[in-house]
T-cell receptor
Framework: QKEVEQNSGPLSVPEGAIASLNCTYSDRGSQSFFWYRQYSGKSPELIMSIYSNGDKEDGRFTAQLNKASQYVSLLIRDSQPSDSATYLC?????????FGTGTRLQVFP | DVKVTQSSRYLVKRTGEKVFLECVQD?????MFWYRQDPGLGLRLIYF???????EKGDIPEGYSVSREKKERFSLILESASTNQTSMYLC???????????FGNGTRLTVT
């Protein structure tokens, strides 16, 4: 059974700090990696895609991928209370995505 | 922007009823998916489809069926609703196997 693992949290950080969210996956053949943000009662919203080793930056978000270690992370700089949500890591498995159960992030003022 | 539309935001049905959840996407995507999401269990794949009239079982297909008569529309059917099918149902679509999923707003189904 292919798996995607995330720490469920909650991860609590003060406003303005860097939040670091981590994800490991079991399938070495995975090609594409995604981070979704999900507010309570809402559907997941795509925030980052990453396909090759290294860092990818988009505004306050940076995704990091290390295929050798089967590890993908999301950094949120200058965290805001509006970033408080559950963050889902997703990894491709041939014809579908496998999701982690998500990490709940709390940003306090 | 990709738009995935689910027909109902909230739905309340009785045990034993046949329930239809409808999903439409406007981006000509080949692949469409149905998930359910429950607290502590994450997103679980029910069925997916990579072409019209094609369907594949996901991880939890029991008690469900699907229909894809047109490329833009993917329906989830609960043949005889049961209380353990109370959940948030999410439809999604994507272009290729390496593309991200785009989700609809979800249908919160309650079976009483």
């Amino acid at each position: 059974q292919k798996e995607v693992e995330q720490n469920s949290g909650p991860l609590s950080v003060p406003e303005g700090a860097i939040a670091s969210l981590n994800c490991t996956y079991s399938d070495r053949g995975s090609q594409s990696f995604f981070w979704y943000r999900q507010y309570s009662g809402k559907s997941p919203e795509l925030i980052m895609s990453i396909y090759s080793n290294g860092d990818k930056e988009d505004g306050r978000f940076t995704a990091q991928l290390n295929k050798a270690s089967q590890y993908v992370s999301l950094l949120i700089r200058d965290s805001q209370p509006s970033d408080s949500a559950t963050y889902l890591c997703a990894v491709t498995d041939t014809d579908k995505l496998i999701f982690g159960t998500g990490t709940r992030l709390q940003v306090f003022p | 922007d990709v738009k995935v539309t689910q027909s109902s935001r909230y739905l309340v049905k009785r045990t034993g009823e046949k329930v239809f959840l409808e999903c439409v996407q406007d981006m000509d995507h080949e692949n469409m998916f149905w998930y359910r999401q429950d607290p502590g269990l994450g997103l679980r794949l029910i069925y997916f489809s990579y072409d019209v009239k094609m369907k594949e079982k996901g991880d939890i297909p029991e008690g469900y069926s699907v229909s894809r008569e047109k490329k833009e529309r993917f329906s989830l059917i609960l043949e005889s609703a049961s209380t353990n099918q109370t959940s948030m149902y999410l439809c999604a679509s994507r272009d290729t196997n390496n593309s991200p999923l785009h989700f609809g707003n979800g249908t919160r189904l309650t079976v009483t």
